[in-house]
């Protein structure tokens, strides 16, 4: 694409992103938890030794972004000592609902219960493209970067989840060729499991 900018996630983008993962992934129960929620969780993966993302610019404003964990229950961690109390404060409100207490919870056990299914411990752990950057190849440039970093880290293989009824991320995964392992509970939500190694576009 032409007058774009790949870069690093960096804790002034999380705001834009954060706006993006809401817009794009509206269902999932991240999402749920409200933009300053989300915007603090970016500011973390940014900050974080065992998370990083990048960011598509263009005109100084983000059109879509892809990020990574090296291993999520590290990353989980890392967060709650960091910044357990920012994140208590922007939950407060909603963690008197039952429910958002019981998917809290799965959340932060989710590292350790998936962990049973012998998967990679390092996560592809989301992408949006915006509406109109779509279809320009955008998605496939940020996941390549993404692959190529984590490669530079020494990460050979990575899982996805992918909600089911997200048809067009699970058809693009289809399409690049990542293996369908499985399926998962998260959140009440049917999702695919997939798992590619990070060199999978040099062997093309």
């Known amino acids: ?8 996630l960096l804790f002034e983008h999380a705001q ?7 817009s794009g992934i509206s269902t999932g129960f991240i999402s749920s938890l409200g933009i300053n929620f989300v915007t603090a969780l ?3 993966i940014a900050e974080s030794e065992y998370g990083f993302g990048l960011v598509a610019e263009r005109d100084n404003k983000v059109i879509g972004f892809a990020a990574f964990t090296t291993d999520l229950s590290a990353l989980y961690r890392s967060v709650i000592f960091k910044n357990g109390l920012k994140f208590a404060f922007l939950l407060a409100r909603k963690m008197f609902s039952l429910r958002t207490i019981k998917r809290v919870f799965e959340t932060l056990f ?13 996560d592809f752990l989301s992408m949006v493209i ?49 293996d369908l392992v499985g399926q998962i509970d998260s959140h009440g939500i049917a999702s695919n499991v997939y798992v590619v190694g990070t060199n999978h576009f040099e062997k093309k």
């Open 42 to 44: 970016y500011e973390a």
């Open 16 to 22: 834009q992103v954060a706006e993006l993962h809401i």
């Open 130 to 178: 915006s509406e109109e950057a779509r279809g320009k190849g955008l998605a496939t440039m940020l996941v390549k970067k993404g692959f190529a970093e984590c490669a530079q880290r020494g990460i050979e293989k990575l899982k996805i989840l992918a909600a089911i009824d997200i048809e067009p991320i699970n058809k693009m995964y289809e399409k690049f060729g990542f």
């Open 110 to 122: 989710y590292p350790a219960r998936i962990k049973k299914s012998n998967l990679p411990s390092a």
């Open 1 to 8: 694409m032409e007058n774009v900018n790949i870069k690093r």
